[in-house]
T-cell receptor
Framework: NAGVTQTPKFRVLKTGQSMTLLCAQD?????MYWYRQDPGMGLRLIHY???????AKGEVPDGYNVSRLKKQNFLLGLESAAPSQTSVYFC????????????FGPGTRLTVT | GDSVTQMEGPVTLSEEAFLTINCTYT??????LFWYVQYPGEGLQLLLK?????DKGSNKGFEATYRKETTSFHLEKGSVQVSDSAVYFC???????????FGTGTSLTVIP
């Protein structure tokens, strides 16, 4: 039981390049989330999904796209990376959305130069 | 909208000192409140939670009481250890939605 895993752990991109971050969970959770963590800003929700085939916008969705083709995977895409997207990205999953604890992945540190 | 405000750090304490990290919230309805901990190089882990007023969450010697009258959920520990060095996040889950709202985090360093 690996919990929530994220791939890759680190990445450096040049401005304008694209990439996809992969989140996988083996707990059969319905809900999955992508957050970004910036110094002094705490965690901010980018997008989330309430089930396979669904996605919804969070607090800071601009510049990102997501897909949930399989229940266990939640992909975060950057089509044209910008320096403002330099951040640590965390994926999380939960069994139910309202009051359950979220299980977080270890994070992906992305630098855009 | 819903939000969480927590005390700014960093906080440095000696081992066995008493810890308080303040957290206040703004929310409509009856939110659930959480404290998460992030150890160096790791993701966030749920430390404790409270789902209704006057509930006390506790774990690993940490406690926090959901105070609706003061809209607060302060984290306390009576005697900190070096292994408690981490970043602590207060969070809120709104009653009507699936979203979490996180505070900015408070970095704690405990020195021997």
């Amino acid at each position: 039981n690996a919990g929530v895993t994220q791939t890759p752990k680190f990445r450096v991109l040049k401005t304008g390049q694209s990439m996809t971050l992969l989140c996988a969970q083996d707990m059969n959770h319905e809900y999955m989330y992508w957050y970004r963590q910036d110094p002094g800003m705490g965690l901010r929700l980018i997008h989330y999904s309430v089930g396979e085939g669904t996605t919804a916008k969070g607090e800071v969705p601009d510049g990102y796209n997501v897909s949930r083709l399989k229940k266990q995977n939640f992909l975060l895409g950057l089509e044209s990376a910008a320096p403002s997207q330099t951040s640590v990205y965390f994926c999380a999953s939960s069994a139910t959305g309202k009051v359950s604890e979220q299980y977080f992945g270890p994070g992906t540190r992305l630098t855009v130069t | 909208g819903d939000s969480v405000t927590q005390m700014e750090g960093p906080v440095t304490l000696s081992e066995e000192a008493f810890l308080t990290i303040n957290c206040t919230y703004t929310a409509t309805g009856y939110p659930s409140l959480f404290w998460y901990v992030q150890y160096p190089g790791e993701g966030l882990q749920l430390l404790l939670k409270a789902t209704k007023a006057d509930d006390k969450g506790s774990n690993k010697g940490f406690e926090a009481t959901y105070r609706k009258e003061t809209t607060s959920f302060h984290l306390e520990k009576g005697s900190v250890q070096v292994s408690d060095s981490a970043v602590y996040f207060c969070a809120l889950s709104g009653f009507t939605g699936n979203q979490f709202y996180f505070g900015t985090g408070t970095s704690l360093t405990v020195i021997p």
